[in-house]
Structures are given as C-alpha cells and as structure tokens.
C-alpha cells in the first residue's frame, strides 16, 4: 500500500505565494509520475501539473508562468510553488501519484487533499 501526504496549503492574500509538499511512502518500486490536480466548489477536478520521473513537466494553461512543480526522486516528493496567486486558484489541492510496483502492476494513488483559499 502507497500513502500519500500533502502540506502546505492555507489562505493567502491574491499576489501572495504558496508551497505545497506531497510524500509518498510505502511499497514503491518506482514512481513515474507525480501530480497535482485541484478541485474548486462545483467544478470538476483538474490537472494543474504534473511531473514525470525523467523531470518532463505539463502544466495547465491556467497556471503557466505562475506555478512550478519539482521532484525529489530520492524521497518520493513533489513540490508545487504556487506565485501570482489569484481568487480564481481556490480549490483543495490533490496530490496524484502513479506507482510501478515490484511485481510490474501500476496503480494510481491520492492524497487527502489541502486547501488553498486566496482571498483579501
């Protein structure tokens, strides 16, 4: 079994920055990608940005220029800096892990989720 758990979110005035963690910890073999992906009031849930084993990243449009996501292979760690952050950023935050395990099967993982409220 894989956990995964998220730091870091929390209000913030808009221009103002945040850093979210993710860890991951358990029976890993490998992890190939790590993401994040946020959820706002009734709307669906959706890839900020994610990040790939061999450090190849994809952002949203909504975010490009603001938002930097960084790993730490070594400790099964994600990083998203979040700049410029506006109203429209609030969301809960989910950290998105998929994990090769040693027996060759992959599954996707979740974190619990972290608010991120930017608001005067």
């Known amino acids: 079994q894989v956990q995964l758990v998220e730091s870091g979110g929390g209000l913030v005035q808009p221009g103002g920055s945040l850093r979210l963690s993710c860890a991951a910890s358990?029976?890993?073999?490998?992890?190939?990608?790590m993401g994040w992906y946020r959820q706002a009031p009734g709307k669906q849930r959706e890839l900020v940005a994610a990040i790939t084993s061999g450090d190849s990243t994809n952002y949203a449009d909504s975010v490009k220029g603001r938002f930097t996501i960084s790993n730490d292979n070594a400790k099964n760690t994600v990083y998203l800096q979040m700049n410029s952050l506006k109203p429209e950023d609030t969301a809960v935050y989910y950290c998105?892990?998929?994990?090769?395990?040693?027996?060759?099967?992959?599954?996707?993982?979740w974190g619990q989720g972290t608010q991120v409220t930017v608001s005067s």
């Open positions: 998105n892990a998929n994990v090769l395990h040693y027996n060759g099967n992959r599954s996707d993982y």
């Open positions: 358990g029976t890993i073999f490998r992890i190939t990608v």
